[in-house]
C-alpha cells in the first residue's frame, strides 16, 4: 500500500486577541497586570510557530464499529456512524508550538505562568482554525466536523496510537509526540480526524460532564440511543 504523504503547515503567523485573553483572565483595561499581558504578549507573538500537519486520508473497509483508514484500523462506533456518508477523511495534528511551550514554563511566577499558559493556547487555537480553513479552501469538503481520540468513552485516549500511525513522522516535523501516557507533548496540542458532515458534530454533545470550559455544545442525552445505537449501512 502506498501511503499518502503528510501535508504541513509551518508558517502560521500568531497575533492574539488582546481583549478576549484579558477577559478571559479577568484582567481589567488600563490594570498593571494588563500591562503586563501586553508585555507577554509582544514576547509570545515573537517567539511562536504555531504548526498544523494534516493528511487526506480515503476509508478502505468499515465494520460495525471501526473504521480502516491508510491500513489502520480506528475503532469508534460514534466515529463509524459519523463517516457513514464520508469516503474521504483529514487525520491531523496541531500545535502551539514546542517554542512557546518552552517560554510558557520558564516563568518561575505562577501568574504570569498561568497568563503564558493562556498564550500558548491561543496559539493552539489559531493553528486549529487556519487547519480548518485550510482544508475548507483546499478541498472544499463542505461543512466539516472533527473527532478527538479521548473526547469519549466510545473512543478513548489508546486511539492516538493508530491516529499517530496514520499521520506518520509528526515529531521530526512539527514537534509533537505521544508520551508514555498517551498525551501529547507540547500540552498545548491538539489531534483528530476531521470529516464533511451535514449536521454539526461535537463530541460534547455525549459528554454528561457540567464543569467543562472547553465545553462547545450542551449535552443531549438522548442523541447517544437515537442516533449511535442503531444500525449502519454500507459496511465493506
Known sequence: ??????????????????????????????????????????????????????????????????VVVEGTRLSSRVLRVNL?????VFPYAATGGTELDAWANSF????????ADAINEAALRVAFQVLNEHIAQEYRPGHLSHMNPGSLPDWPLDQQ?????????????????LTDSLLMSPVKSVSGIFFPTEATFESCQLCPREQCRGRRAPYDASLLDTRYRGAVTGGS
Not at 108 to 115: C, G, N
Open 84 to 88: 457513514e456518508p464520508s469516503y474521504r
Open 108 to 115: 518561575p511566577d505562577l501568574i504570569q505562568r498561568f497568563w
Open 1 to 66: 500500500m502506498t501511503l499518502s504523504q503528510p501535508h504541513v503547515l509551518d508558517n502560521i503567523r500568531f497575533h492574539a486577541d488582546v481583549q478576549a485573553l484579558a477577559q478571559r483572565l479577568r484582567i481589567r483595561d488600563g490594570s498593571a497586570s494588563a500591562a503586563t499581558l501586553h508585555s507577554l504578549l509582544d514576547e509570545a507573538e515573537k517567539i511562536a510557530r504555531p504548526k498544523a500537519l494534516y493528511k487526506v486520508g480515503f476509508i478502505e473497509s468499515r465494520g460495525d464499529d471501526w
Open 161 to 177: 496510537r493508530p491516529l499517530f500511525a496514520i499521520l506518520g513522522e509528526v515529531e521530526p516535523v512539527i514537534g509533537v509526540h
